[in-house]
């Protein structure tokens, strides 16, 4: 079973007690939209989860924009929600993905095997007629939630500089192609991308109605890329990253790591290298 599942997949399981849903809706530039939209309607049963609050820690001189949280409060939070090892969690947002996809991230690096990403969001099971409520959160009794970290799911700054100076590793930049290019950048004070990576935007992974893509059309999507490899993938901050990494993993690939300061911690170095263009 792959890491994306169908609307209709979370509908039959709604009420399972060992499934439990969390909203990881976020919009960029208004922190507190996604938390507004939560207390207007979500799916029944789920939990909230924010971005900045919740999926990422304290942003600092290196690190990025959002630095990964400290596993142990991570930890403790998942755990007053409800949630142990042992659950299944699917997490949606209404985002395409890309902040359910953080989440997904980090229960995987933090050794969960049961997490998925349901496809198509929020909006998506509105208009499907399925079950929303604006009722209060749901209370759940506490568990213990205990991590098995998996270092292997994460590159370091070092290991982007070995990368970008040897090829010892595969580089995807996760953004559109302006901010790839140069051309344009609006968020981060540097335009450009890391030497020698090459750009998957995030977004291509979905169709023009906004579903993941099929498994084969994945596969041409990164058929370039080798499996004999480190991929290290990054985007702006380590989120957007997080759809690639997904969808690598899905296909196959064996050593798939997030850069997960990406490149507004890679410009937080000034020594570093920067290119522009398509190469």
Request: proline residues 8%.
């Amino acid at each position: 079973m792959g890491s994306i599942v169908s609307m209709r997949w979370v509908l039959a399981r709604l009420y399972e007690p060992d499934l439990t849903i969390v909203d990881c809706r976020f919009v960029p530039g208004d922190p507190e939209a996604g938390r507004r939209s939560y207390e207007e309607s979500y799916i029944p049963g789920a939990i909230y989860m924010d971005l900045e609050r919740d999926l990422s820690g304290p942003v600092g001189k290196h690190g990025g924009r959002h630095p990964l949280p400290d596993v142990a409060e991570l930890a403790a939070k998942l755990g007053r929600a409800g949630i142990d090892r042992s659950m299944r969690v699917v997490a949606y947002d209404d985002q395409g993905g890309a902040m359910a996809a953080r989440f997904w991230w980090l229960l995987r690096y933090m050794g969960h095997e049961r997490v998925y990403v349901m496809d198509e969001g929020f909006s998506a099971w509105k208009r499907a007629g399925f079950p929303v409520t604006n009722a209060a959160p749901p209370i759940r009794v506490p568990k213990t939630y205990v991590p098995d970290v998996r270092p292997e799911l994460l590159a370091d700054v070092e290991a982007v500089r070995r990368a970008a100076s040897t090829g010892d590793s595969v580089l995807v930049d996760s953004r559109e192609p302006a901010r790839y290019r140069g051309d344009a950048e609006p968020i981060d004070r540097a335009a450009g991308h890391i030497p020698g990576a090459v750009n998957r935007f995030w977004k291509e992974n979905l169709d023009e109605a906004g579903r993941w893509r099929s498994p084969e059309e994945l596969a041409a999507r990164f058929r370039d890329l080798p499996r004999d490899k480190p991929i290290i993938v990054y985007c702006g901050s380590g989120v957007t990253a997080c759809p690639n990494v997904l969808a690598l993993t899905d296909l196959g690939f064996r050593d798939v790591k997030l850069y997960a300061g990406s490149w507004s911690d890679w410009i937080s170095y000034p020594e570093h290298p920067v290119a522009r263009g398509d190469q």
